[in-house]
């Protein structure tokens, strides 16, 4: 796959290891003959450490042998997180330490999910970009506030504390993008 065709979330083989594309940068040339330099961030799927890769736009990496599945989140213990894949029902068990930014995203009704394989064996969970989540407490708004655009935190069902602005009400379900952890909308 030619450098210039690799977007984020795309699963690249680097050093013999799958690597999931984060983030693209594009330096354009400022010399004539010059070539287009794309800069990727990427995590190993195995390890959990990031990397960076610089190629030529004519550079490529091959594709990963890896797939995904849709799963659907069973439950949590002390040490791992347990999947069940919806096609085939193989489950799949996740070390905690390894999801705790998944995690306070994920409820049992949770749709959208990917499970990632490498070789038969699940070496991480792929979130929608983003979840509903219900707010369990927050501060009740203040009279007079809604002049500017104030925010205060709220604790969701999940135990995951975002800034939502001030007229939202505990019991009202909110959008959360997964990626950076912040309010989008009501759902």
Do not use: W
């Not at 330096?27 to 190629?55: C, E, H, M, W």
């Not at 797939?67 to 439950?75: G, I, K, L, S």
């Not at 213990?77 to 994920?106: C, G, K, W």
């Amino acid at each position: 796959m030619l450098a210039k065709e690799i977007k984020p979330g795309t699963v690249v083989n680097h050093n013999d290891a799958p690597h999931i594309i984060e983030s693209v940068q594009v330096q354009s040339p400022s010399a004539r003959g010059s070539a287009t330099l794309y800069k990727f961030r990427a995590r190993n799927l195995v390890t959990k450490q990031k990397t960076d890769i610089t190629l030529k736009g004519t550079d490529g990496l091959d594709d990963a042998d890896f797939h995904r599945r849709e799963v659907t989140f069973m439950y949590a213990d002390t040490e791992a997180a347990h999947f069940l894949d919806s096609a085939d029902y193989n489950q799949y068990a996740v070390p905690r330490d390894e999801m705790a930014t998944e995690l306070p995203y994920i409820t049992e009704d949770l749709q959208g999910m990917l499970a990632l394989i490498y070789n038969g064996q699940c070496v991480g969970i792929q979130l929608p970009a983003a979840v509903d989540l219900k707010i369990t407490q927050c501060d009740p708004a203040a009279k007079g506030n809604s002049a500017t655009s104030r925010t205060k935190p709220a604790t969701l069902e999940t135990g995951l504390i975002v800034q939502v602005p001030e007229y939202l009400k505990e019991g009202e379900t909110i959008r959360v993008d997964t990626r950076s952890g912040d309010f989008l909308a009501r759902a």
